[in-house]
């Protein structure tokens, strides 16, 4: 993988591990090596994590505890919640390797419930836990330009923000444990609606015989701007749906958000529509296609 050219922030050499290497976890922690940090990774498929050792001349682990024994921080980003709780609990799983005091920063886009009772058995043992989901694709992994966004202790956050700064443009603590998951809900929430708007714009355009890259040259200088509009508009209307993030993530993502809402009692019937959209184009065989693929249901 080639590694885009980033200014590191300067902070204190860590033994570090890292947890999952997928395509966002893979440039994650090649951002931690490269800013000078001592990194050991496990992955399930050992040779990606003898991929990962070649490439940037870290360390690798047959398991999570062995990968955390003597770090500082493990940082993890693994599927979902049963992921989460392999790496983390059980005889080979990193808490049982971790030191005392050490700090275990998730970035798994995972329940805020997982998250709490991490962070209650991580205390529990004498360790500091952070909820961290993150923003930004597999580009902003690549580029070292997250948006992160943390739930737990503020020591712990404080202690753990100089050092996720080498993948991030912005590490922010929002709240206690499970804080971080909330606000990843959110964010989800927001960008279920803005994709199912321009996916509808789009094959409004079209069938009105615009030319729909004109009208979003256009209309993307005024207030219907978005990330969404800039980044993914043309390539909607080019028919190409192969970047960073999968229907299949979103779905898992809005099954969180859903039912998060079911015991918070938040009213969510926009998005709640558009995860049965997503559901659309999973059986159209759009699993992996990026989720502005949306529009395809439109065409």
């Given at each position: 993988?080639?590694?885009?050219?980033?200014?590191y922030e300067p902070s204190?050499?860590?033994?570090?591990?890292?947890?999952?290497?997928?395509?966002?976890?893979?440039?994650?922690?090649?951002?931690?090596?490269?800013?000078?940090?001592?990194?050991?990774?496990?992955?399930?498929?050992a040779p990606k994590a003898q991929g990962w050792r070649d490439e940037f001349k870290g360390a690798s682990a047959a398991t999570p505890r062995e990968a955390a024994a003597g770090a500082d921080m493990v940082f993890c980003c693994v599927g979902n919640d049963d992921d989460l709780r392999s790496v983390t609990l059980g005889?080979?799983?990193?808490f049982a390797g971790m030191k005392p005091g050490a700090i275990f920063v998730d970035h798994t886009t995972a329940s805020a419930t997982v998250a709490r009772e991490l962070y209650s058995a991580a205390k529990a043992i004498g360790l500091q836990f952070i909820d961290a989901p993150v923003s930004g694709g597999q580009a902003g992994a690549e580029?070292?330009?997250?948006?992160?966004?943390?739930g737990g202790d503020a020591a712990a956050f404080d202690a753990a923000r100089p050092v996720g700064m080498a993948f991030s443009k912005a590490f922010t603590l929002m709240g206690e444990a499970g804080a971080g998951q909330l606000t990843k809900m959110v964010n989800q929430i927001c960008i279920a609606g803005l994709v199912q708007g321009l996916s509808e714009a789009v094959a409004f355009g079209q069938k009105a015989g615009l030319d729909v890259n004109q009208?979003?040259?256009?209309?993307?200088?005024?207030?219907?701007?978005?990330?969404?509009?800039?980044?993914?508009?043309?390539?909607?209307?080019?028919?190409?749906?192969?970047?960073?993030?999968?229907?299949?993530?979103?779905?898992?993502?809005?099954?969180?958000?859903l039912d998060e809402a079911k015991r918070n009692g938040a009213r969510l019937p926009v998005t709640a529509l558009v995860d049965q959209f997503y559901a659309d184009v999973q059986a159209m065989g759009g699993q992996r296609w990026d989720t502005s693929s949306l529009v395809k249901r439109l065409k």
């Amino acid at each position: 993988m080639t590694m885009p050219t980033k200014n590191y922030e300067p902070s204190i050499s860590c033994k570090v591990a890292f947890l999952g290497l997928g395509v966002m976890g893979y440039p994650m922690a090649g951002h931690l090596a490269l800013a000078g940090h001592d990194v050991t990774v496990y992955n399930r498929s050992a040779p990606k994590a003898q991929g990962w050792r070649d490439e940037f001349k870290g360390a690798s682990a047959a398991t999570p505890r062995e990968a955390a024994a003597g770090a500082d921080m493990v940082f993890c980003c693994v599927g979902n919640d049963d992921d989460l709780r392999s790496v983390t609990l059980g005889a080979n799983g990193a808490f049982a390797g971790m030191k005392p005091g050490a700090i275990f920063v998730d970035h798994t886009t995972a329940s805020a419930t997982v998250a709490r009772e991490l962070y209650s058995a991580a205390k529990a043992i004498g360790l500091q836990f952070i909820d961290a989901p993150v923003s930004g694709g597999q580009a902003g992994a690549e580029n070292g330009a997250l948006t992160v966004m943390c739930g737990g202790d503020a020591a712990a956050f404080d202690a753990a923000r100089p050092v996720g700064m080498a993948f991030s443009k912005a590490f922010t603590l929002m709240g206690e444990a499970g804080a971080g998951q909330l606000t990843k809900m959110v964010n989800q929430i927001c960008i279920a609606g803005l994709v199912q708007g321009l996916s509808e714009a789009v094959a409004f355009g079209q069938k009105a015989g615009l030319d729909v890259n004109q009208v979003l040259e256009v209309i993307g200088k005024g207030a219907a701007q978005s990330w969404q509009l800039d980044n993914r508009g043309k390539t909607m209307v080019a028919d190409k749906f192969d970047f960073g993030f999968a229907v299949d993530w979103m779905r898992k993502d809005l099954g969180l958000v859903l039912d998060e809402a079911k015991r918070n009692g938040a009213r969510l019937p926009v998005t709640a529509l558009v995860d049965q959209f997503y559901a659309d184009v999973q059986a159209m065989g759009g699993q992996r296609w990026d989720t502005s693929s949306l529009v395809k249901r439109l065409k």
